[in-house]
């Protein structure tokens, strides 16, 4: 009897144990099938707040933009609906299927553009000065990004979340501490720009205009001046863009003005820009190397390898090492403190790779906002 009723429990404790185990298993399926639901839920709430900021960053940045515009012979109501037709503005590159003379094409689509901005501000703005139009014509830029942002932001969000495709939603989730942080520092440019005053990436422009020391400068080419000055008993012509508008110029065709003007005699090429930095690596680092420092989209650069192959000139290169946030916002003191090394690196370079009465070509490159063209004026 006894064996009996303990058979029986061995069962009832075996047959509960199972039934413990069949409703884990439907409950795993059941969580399975709706945890991805649930994750997705939570990813489109993150983005859909983030979505709300780019929003508000794209709104201010126009607003800030539409009011310093208006102070310059248009009303606010004019500036927006100039300012609308421009949203969405694009560049097609050119087709380099065929190479041959793509870079050509492109320097031609990069001056078309340009000509037609600075219309467009000179029609914004009709009674500002031109260095200010150009800090405005930078400040639409930013705004100008931020809505391109938030438009492709909300593109895939909303096809994401009514397709229901979780590979859409995961791609923006993430990547969107990237794009916040990208967003925050074109916002923060606006402001930059508004006020005119020098940016990180008027690094090389600031070294330019210190080792100018004051010496009479000339425009080379379009927004870019030069000044000579005596190194070591060299001759160092030393270029940057004309200040103190949000100008980079064209420090490529300034370069190959200046070499082919002295029909290839110059020993040693030295450009000097602000670089992207690796996360760790810490802001201001001076890094060298070989090579033409500009960051342009390629016609300058090439001009400038192009000119100093022709003659076999030496490339050096220095770069200051800035995060993208500090590269378009007001330069930190960290960066402005750097310009000392920076100039002792150069003139130890000038000193290693040329000798008395060599020419030597030193280009700052980089955006000159609120940076002149003499130490102490304009």
């Known amino acids: 009897m006894y064996s009996d009723l303990k058979d029986v429990r061995l069962m009832q404790v075996g047959q509960g144990d199972w039934l413990s185990?069949?409703?884990?298993?439907?409950?795993?399926?059941?969580?399975?099938?709706?945890?991805?639901?649930?994750?997705?839920q939570i990813w489109i709430s993150e983005?859909?707040?983030?979505?709300?900021?780019?929003?508000?960053?794209?709104?201010?940045?126009?607003?800030?933009?539409?009011?310093?515009?208006?102070?310059?012979?248009r009303s606010q109501e004019e500036v927006k609906s100039i300012y609308n037709k421009v949203k969405g503005f694009f560049l097609i590159e050119?087709?380099?299927?065929?190479?041959?003379?793509?870079?050509?094409?492109?320097?031609?689509?990069?001056?078309?553009?340009?000509?037609?901005?600075?219309?467009?501000?000179?029609?914004?703005a009709p009674n500002a000065d031109g260095w200010k139009r150009s800090n405005l014509r930078d400040q639409m830029a930013s705004a100008l990004t931020l809505d391109m942002i938030y438009r492709i932001i909300r593109h895939y969000f909303?096809?994401?979340?009514?397709?229901?495709?979780?590979?859409?939603?995961?791609?923006?989730?993430?990547?969107?501490?990237?794009?916040m942080r990208i967003a925050k520092a074109y916002w923060k440019a606006g402001d930059a720009f508004r006020l005119g005053i020098p940016i990180g990436d008027g690094i090389g422009p600031l070294v330019a205009l210190k080792l100018m020391n004051g010496a009479e400068f000339t425009e080379i080419a379009e927004n870019i001046v030069g000044a000579e000055v005596d190194i070591?008993?060299?001759?160092?012509?030393?270029?940057?863009?004309?200040?103190?508008?949000?100008?980079?110029?064209?420090?490529?065709?300034?370069?190959?003005?200046?070499?082919?003007?002295?029909?290839?005699?110059?020993?040693?090429?030295?450009?000097?820009?602000?670089?992207s930095k690796l996360e760790g690596e810490p802001t201001a680092e001076i890094a060298e190397g070989i090579g033409a420092a500009i960051g342009d989209p390629g016609p300058e650069k090439y001009k400038i390898e192009e000119v100093a192959t022709k003659?076999?000139?030496?490339?050096?290169?220095?770069?200051?090492k800035e995060d993208q946030l500090d590269a378009i916002t007001s330069m930190s003191e960290e960066i402005?403190?750097?310009?000392?090394?920076v100039i002792g690196r150069v003139k130890a370079t000038i000193v290693s790779k040329t000798?008395?009465?060599?020419?030597?070509?030193?280009?700052g490159i980089g955006n000159t906002m609120g940076i002149g063209n003499r130490m102490g004026g304009a």
Request: proline share 4%; net charge positive; no cysteine.
């Open 232 to 275: 070591e008993g060299r001759r160092v012509m030393v270029i940057k863009a004309k200040g103190p508008g949000s100008e980079v110029g064209r420090p490529g065709l300034a370069i190959e003005r200046i070499v082919e003007g002295r029909e290839g005699k110059v020993s040693l090429i030295i450009t000097i820009d602000a670089a």
């Open 355 to 363: 000798l008395p009465g060599d020419y030597v070509i030193v280009a």
């Open 21 to 40: 185990w069949i409703f884990f298993i439907i409950f795993i399926m059941i969580m399975q099938f709706y945890a991805n639901r649930l994750q997705a």
């Open 336 to 341: 402005a403190r750097s310009v000392d090394e």
């Open 94 to 124: 050119p087709v380099t299927l065929d190479p041959y003379g793509a870079v050509r094409r492109l320097e031609h689509l990069l001056n078309t553009m340009r000509d037609h901005l600075n219309a467009l501000m000179k029609d914004i």
């Open 47 to 73: 983005i859909s707040r983030a979505l709300s900021k780019l929003e508000e960053y794209s709104n201010d940045s126009a607003r800030k933009f539409i009011e310093e515009a208006s102070k310059y012979g």
């Open 311 to 320: 003659y076999a000139i030496p490339l050096h290169a220095i770069a200051i």
């Open 158 to 179: 909303i096809l994401g979340r009514k397709t229901q495709n979780l590979i859409y939603i995961a791609q923006i989730q993430m990547l969107l501490p990237e794009i």
